[in-house]
């Protein structure tokens, strides 16, 4: 069983950083891909970042590239999306997906999901 918890969300000022952990209490957290997707209120849900079972390949969207890193420490079940330069537009509900297959950036290609955690960024 997959159980997938965001936590790290919050509120910041322009130019601040946050850093987002996407934990799972299961034994096989290692073996997946995992993605960071987000959503804006009255947005479709967007890709931001994924990372191979292995951290060997990432892949960020356009819109944050440069900004944002995706890592994850497999011996602590855990995936980080390291936020840096925050602007008002990233500001969502940032959601990380497992077992991804395929096209890491298509919401498709996951199978769990965890419920989210709300970045707020102030201009």
């Known amino acids: 069983q997959v159980q997938l918890v965001e936590s790290g969300g919050g509120l910041v000022q322009a130019g601040g950083s946050l850093r987002l952990s996407c934990a799972d209490s299961?034994?096989?957290?290692?073996?997946?891909?995992v993605g960071w997707f987000r959503q804006a209120p009255g947005k479709e849900r967007e890709f931001v970042a994924a990372?191979?079972?292995?951290?060997?390949?990432?892949y960020y969207a356009d819109s944050v590239k440069g900004r944002f890193t995706i890592s994850r420490d497999n011996a602590k079940n855990t995936v980080y999306l390291q936020m840096n330069s925050l602007k008002p537009e990233d500001t969502a509900a940032y959601y990380c997906?497992?077992?991804?297959?395929?096209?890491?950036?298509?919401?498709?290609?996951?199978?769990?999901w965890g419920q989210g955690t709300q970045v707020t960024v102030s201009s």
């Open positions: 997906a497992a077992n991804g297959r395929g096209n890491l950036r298509l919401e498709s290609s996951y199978s769990y």
């Open positions: 299961g034994r096989t957290f290692g073996i997946y891909h």
């Open positions: 990372i191979s079972y292995n951290g060997g390949l990432t």
